[in-house]
């Protein structure tokens, strides 16, 4: 299985900023595209940030000026500093891989638990 750990939630005041961690573990020989998405309080899911393998970026316009994705493939780890926090930013935020775990196997997607961020007013 492969497994995905979020890392960096807490609480901030607005203005402020945290910076999201996401490493990938378990048995697989690839990961391909990584993003971050979040879910505020009777909301859906949301894309807020998705970076390709080769560190492509791309931003949800709410987010973007404010928030940087970046990746680690090294260590599969993919990052999401997020400066001038919001309190319209709050909501748990969820890190999303595609991760192969055969060779010549499709590409799977895969989900981690969700670390929580609140800005205060």
């Known amino acids: 299985q492969v497994q995905l750990v979020e890392s960096g939630g807490g609480l901030v005041q607005a203005g402020g900023s945290l910076r999201l961690s996401c490493a990938a573990s378990?048995?697989?020989?690839?990961?391909?595209?990584m993003g971050w998405y979040r879910q505020a309080p009777g909301k859906q899911r949301e894309l807020v940030a998705h970076?390709?393998?080769?560190?492509?970026?791309t931003y949800a316009d709410s987010v973007k000026g404010r928030f940087t994705i970046s990746r680690d493939n090294a260590n599969n780890t993919v990052y999401l500093q997020m400066n001038s926090l919001q309190p319209e930013d709050t909501a748990v935020y969820f890190c999303?891989?595609?991760?192969?775990?055969?060779?010549?196997?499709?590409?799977?997607?895969?989900w981690g638990k969700g670390t929580l961020v609140t800005v205060s007013s």
């Open positions: 378990g048995r697989f020989v690839s990961i391909n595209d």
């Open positions: 999303n891989a595609g991760a192969r775990r055969f060779w010549l196997t499709p590409y799977e997607d895969y």
């Open positions: 970076i390709t393998s080769i560190g492509q970026p």
